[in-house]
């Protein structure tokens, strides 16, 4: 089994900072990409960030400049540092990792339970 498991949601008012962080644990051989989504009430889920093995990121155009994904592999960890917090980037946050559970090198998507970022103007 694997468990992605978040932490550091919370209310904050415009023009403050949260960080994030979604740590995985259990059957993992090797982990490849880790990201953060966000899906905002009556919209779809959209990437906010991600980082791979490598440590090469990926921004959405509305997170560049203030957010900074970042990932520490020894404790299959990835955090995101949200600064400069607007009104529009309440949603609720998904972790993403995806990962091998063997060897034999097959990656799959886990999600996180999502934590609530509610930014008040």
């Known amino acids: 089994q694997v468990q992605l498991v978040e932490s550091g949601g919370g209310l904050v008012q415009a023009g403050g900072s949260l960080r994030l962080s979604c740590a995985a644990s259990?059957?993992?051989?090797?982990?490849?990409?880790m990201g953060w989504y966000r899906q905002a009430p009556g919209k779809q889920r959209e990437l906010v960030a991600s980082?791979?093995?490598?440590?090469?990121?990926n921004y959405a155009d509305s997170a560049k400049g203030r957010f900074t994904i970042s990932r520490d592999n020894a404790q299959n960890t990835v955090y995101l540092q949200m600064n400069s917090l607007i009104p529009e980037d309440t949603a609720v946050y998904y972790c993403n990792v995806r990962l091998s559970r063997s060897s034999f090198i097959v990656y799959s998507d886990y999600w996180g339970q999502g934590t609530q970022v509610t930014v008040s103007s």
């Open positions: 259990g059957r993992i051989f090797s982990i490849n990409s």
């Open positions: 980082i791979t093995s490598g440590g090469g990121t």
